[in-house]
Nanobody
């Protein structure tokens, strides 16, 4: 069964940027749409963005203009670039593959704090 591993999280000051990676193993990520979700502390997991196999992109409102989703099928990976971060963006960020979802990563922590 395929696995997804996220990386790139960390602590950043308000206004800062991070680029998250989602690397697949044991599966061909090019066969699936990829989505990013996040789970803020004490809150439910929420959708952030998705990119289909053909490259069609959808963002939730809070991500528009600040976050950028992309994929590199040659590297079996997808990415989420986070810009203009605020403390409200503090969360564990997860990637998923497929709809219905066939694989989840374990997440990468993003903390936005001064």
């Amino acid at each position: 069964q395929g696995q997804l591993v996220e990386s790139g999280g960390g602590k950043v000051q308000p206004g800062g940027s991070l680029k998250l990676s989602c690397v697949a193993s044991g599966m061909d990520l090019s066969e699936y749409g990829v989505a990013w979700y996040r789970q803020p502390p004490g809150d439910q997991r929420e959708f952030v963005a998705q990119i289909t196999r053909s490259g069609f992109i959808t963002y939730v409102d809070f991500a528009k203009g600040r976050f950028t989703i992309s994929r590199d099928d040659a590297k079996n990976a997808a990415y989420l670039e986070l810009n203009l971060l605020t403390p409200e963006d503090t969360a564990v960020y997860f990637c998923s593959a497929g709809r219905p979802v066939i694989a989840w990563g374990r997440g990468t922590q993003v903390t936005v704090s001064s």
